[in-house]
């Protein structure tokens, strides 16, 4: 999974401009809480339906974070904690982002930002995250529109940040081809959370053959306002509609390599590159089987994982334990100011990780949490992991992706 | 799983003395409950701790049931809604139960009872239980204790009563031997709800091979006070201490088969019967895999199973629905009161079952309910299962269990 | 509050044909769950928006009851649990009403009914309700628009069914004056939780002078899908809107008596009759005060009540207990078959009633609890009460409005 | 309200060793969080009960905080924001406090404490408390055992810090007379959180002449294991032990001031110093009435007030809100590093406060938030506040009181 985009270790400019599309919806009240306290991104225009363009943002937005709109800035939760350790003295937002005018979502409003984020709706963000894009505008979704497209990538930032590479294709391939718009997307909450572990196992002991996931979920998965709580309270809905289907496509996509096409070439008859779909390489495809729950907790995805190895003899629950715990992202070892600062945190506690206790962990959100690693009678392993679906689960990997790019020059 | 004892077809005598161990506990609560509204059995006795000892039952519980003690005996729940249309004109219980005296947990004060139920704590049940059996008293227990136990069977009614054929043989090798007394428990509340289809299938299609089972498991499972609120409330607990293990145990001494042991014998040199735990008579081991959650439900155990059968290819989603629906447990052919009207329930809407919707269902809890029927893209079939589990998943099994006994001739 | 009506002391007619507007909602559910139990009303109708026209109503339905669609006329809830018993073994719904086709909510389709219940929404109620009564059909409504209509009975039938004298006046100031039909509404469901308790104490020792009641409001009560479950998960949100005013304002109308009005007259200059908000017959104004939460329960709204009586000295708290356990409607001497055993279920346990283990009672939920009974320091007593806001809080107190109505022949 | 102490206006020592008693608790857990972070106070020793004696910390201890044990001292809560930003570069704790060994609580553990925090049990706490003063140890408590004792001051640290005045006679009067050692006792949860904005509105607008106060408690406030989850999950209990008389009796004190005792005096025959009860001084006897009930919520205790004004005309809404936003503790004023930003924060939204939402505020759980001032149509103004039933309803106001002692000099 090494990058093939050359590294540009010089620092980052000290501020970068950034617009968030959907900004009054429950994931871009995320980014914006998570973007105000940020070391490298400043908020500099802010994208809404009709009904909320031109009124401030304070008074177009139902906010509901657990930290007050006005107390922005402060360090509170958002970027990993050392970094807020060594920013928190330099900035306070001051009500700054409160008081933007907010705009509609076209790409003549963000002509400042030199990239956006997106928490659009999956109804509307089709069409307007593509005209972004057409307008030379690097955006990082994480709406679903764009998961399945061909060229674009779908990236967990703990896992995958490689797949960058075919950014490059994507915005040859646009006509007229682009110098620096394009799209990347995030993976859906549940299939982020319990993927980062399966990457740091396939890391250490080669392929998987196959994985049983059942998840249960929080209900700020669902969005505002969500799971009508006659449905939820003291209650398990053993059904989200469309989720296992993307955990099992998004987990081959996120796992799998980069490829030459077989049957896809540019003009020049030069092959595409292609996503293979955990299938070449000489690994075996990859099976996976979800059932999703969605449970009455406000945050964390629990998800109980049961997987094969390919390796006979199989790891031991230890040695699954050491290789979570030693696991190191690139995004990490780069220097990504929201990358966690463990990306998995290994609960020795028979009864832990928690979501009420653990959501947040050690990683503030931005890794993810592994229990109870222990045999599986059916397959060879398993394990709880669980993961903060409003942070890495969303917003904060959409964050961690632009913060890449930017190391890597992907942005300018 | 024919029973080789011979049918009493004539009908039970009208009334049926009782006692109840454990009384003013969880389980006590919901024996008394249920037996209040019984066309057969009448309570004579309540026994419980020293603390309770020589009180009436209303001073010495602390009532935690939804039908007022006040109210018993008005076909709330408990029994079928067929008997409870049939019988509640015939009885109401005006406070009797509410005003008998507590007693010891000693044979003595139950020399009336034709038959006791247990649900007592496992620490104390073991002594108890065996006192009671040696005085030639037929117990049927909710506690785990003598699960385990060699010449115990473990009886889920709607599964397995055909094991109540290793009775005679209990009885003979207790010294001295019992003319009436023995010992039947039912299983723990999770493998009681998922073994009933896992019975249906095997019995349509032949063995399985492998199960998964994901448990969501409400707080009431773990009695009173149980579980406390800070860790469950908006949480979920991915552990219960041994409940992994009970069901992965539990499932295969059900499923099984008794055979002749090939080390035990009696005196006469004839070899003891013993379970096979589903692994002889041609058919493979089973291998279970179990992972128990905690979650905030009141009542209702749901869990998603993922199951491979041994034939090939394996029956469609179809076919288990069928199957499922149409199970009909010797019980209910036998018209066991308490036994369920319909089995397995099969839900065909995409969200269904729940707790709080469906964990009564049109089987006042006596049967379970499966819904999402559908293919696992790692083993063959996978479906979510819903039961009571503090009616058929603990005092409605022991109830059915002790009605069969009695149309059985196996208590007199 | 003796009624002037003459009473009817004949049986009412074996079937009397209903029909249910706004069919498919929340309330609309409770009144056919309701209905298909009850020993007279048979229902004939059911009308819903256009979405479900044409449609059986099994499928227009998405059914939230927790007994099932197919379920219903077993018995299960609903009707007093004496009716219960003598009724349940002559009719079971047999799945009849699952199958009727739900019609537009207009008069032609209803013209089979001797009387109509009302769960329609507000927004479309007004004209639907009045619509019906000008096509000469009796309407018992738990819509809020024509609460506060100064010739419209609001009746808590616990309360004050005596308000029915006015109907003859409504259905002569019409044009054309009716024979027949008529609107009666019920109270909102925090109002007529607390309002019971109070008409007891106002027989029992006069005037009462002012009222401060806080409530904690079951989710249920915003209908479905109501609250999000992220508001309330966890949570109390200490506003209603709408809800402290209804409680303020309805008490009066409830509470009080019918006076000749000093203000309007008939053609004849005959003064009309109006509602004297209890205000005049020499009692002082009564003061109110609600402080209205929204809290994580599904059904049953508590509410803490401090009040001060006009009599001085107050009754103590053990007379005021005594006066609310002797308390016995008119509705409940008269007859009717779904009015409560018990009107007022009065707890002596310190920590009692509460929402899960109560909000049934002895009476089915069609009477209330009161608890805590106590001196108040600043006001004269305080107490808590518990109604279930589903059922005397909204549908039962309608279809017991309509039993009293059919028993004083205003219902012919 | 001012104080009589000679202020203190010289930076405190860098450092004070401080103690905590009852340390693997509830309140002692919390208590640890919030001195891990502290500017002054570093932990020395660490007291529970024999069964942890010996252990590490770490081993000892159940840990039921959000922020992980190991990342203690990184400013994730307790400070007051300001505090935070400023001090956290400096210190972290680096799992220190998790490694010391839990001791007996003796003051001879304690010699190098120069105070003590007692979150210890009821039970106990009477005669360790006392020992510690004995020995000279200057003690802030969270018990309740002392907080009716006629010389030990029952202090809200936002309300009446000038209690401390009545130390020097608490350490007259023992024998042999004390020159450092005291108790000086925080108030209950629920009491703490109404009383600051009754204090804010008598500061601003004189006696308040009766007040009724109904509660919704969160469960941590009954501690672990605390409230069984069968009992409050989608439930209220409308009572919690003791709490009443605890809310009706403490306001008195906290509210009322110190004056010459009419019946006590000392051997030179001048009068005791005595807590008038809010009845000297011309203000009139306050009455209060108050209702207690038990919620679903994990944190934040919300109380709905009416309250009753000795002024006429009382206050406007406007003037009320005004007055409590206006509020400026002394404690504030003196620069006690953990008193809030702001003491009352007033919420014009109507339906907040929330508890999920707004119990850290932005005064992080060191002040209360108010909203839904409003008219009372039975007394004068009805609001509802909300308070950090584990923040300043317990540990933050034993640390302000503590803070508050060193900067006045009365400890030394």
Known sequence: MSSKITPHTVSPPKKIRVGVLGA??????????LLSDHPWFIIEALGASERSEGKKYREAVKWKQTIPLGGLGLGGIGTSETEKI???????????????????????????????????????????????????IPLFSNAKN????PHVPLIVPLVNPSHFSIISQQQRLQSPPLSKGFIVTNANCSTTGYVI?????EKAFGPIESVLVTTMQAISGAGY????SLDILGNVVPYIGG???????????ILGGIIDSETESDKNGTPLKTFDMHQAGGQPALRVSASCNRVPVIDGHMECVSLRFHRRPPPSPQQVREALSAFTPEVQALGCPSAPRKAIEVFEEPDRPQPRLDVKGSHNGAGVSVGRVRQCQVLDI?????????????????????EYAVLKGVVS
């Open 24 to 33: 009054t919806g429950t994931v871009g009240q995320r980014f914006i809480t």
């Open 86 to 136: 060594n920013s928190t003295d330099l900035r306070t937002d001051d009500g700054r982002v409160a008081d933007l005018i907010v705009k509609a979502c076209v790409p003549e409003n963000f002509r400042n930002c030199q990239l956006v984020f997106s928490g659009l709706d999956a109804d509307v963000a089709g069409d307007i995250e593509s005209a972004f894009r057409a307008a030379n």
């Open 146 to 149: 764009y998961r399945r497209d």
């Open 197 to 201: 572990p399966l990457a740091a196992l």
């Open 225 to 228: 306002p969500g799971v009508p």
């Open 243 to 253: 989720e296992e289907e993307k955990i099992e496509w998004e987990t081959l996509k």
């Open 382 to 402: 398993k394990f709880v992991v669980l993961s903060d679906n409003v942070s890495i689960g969303a917003a904060t990997s959409s964050i961690i992706n632009a």
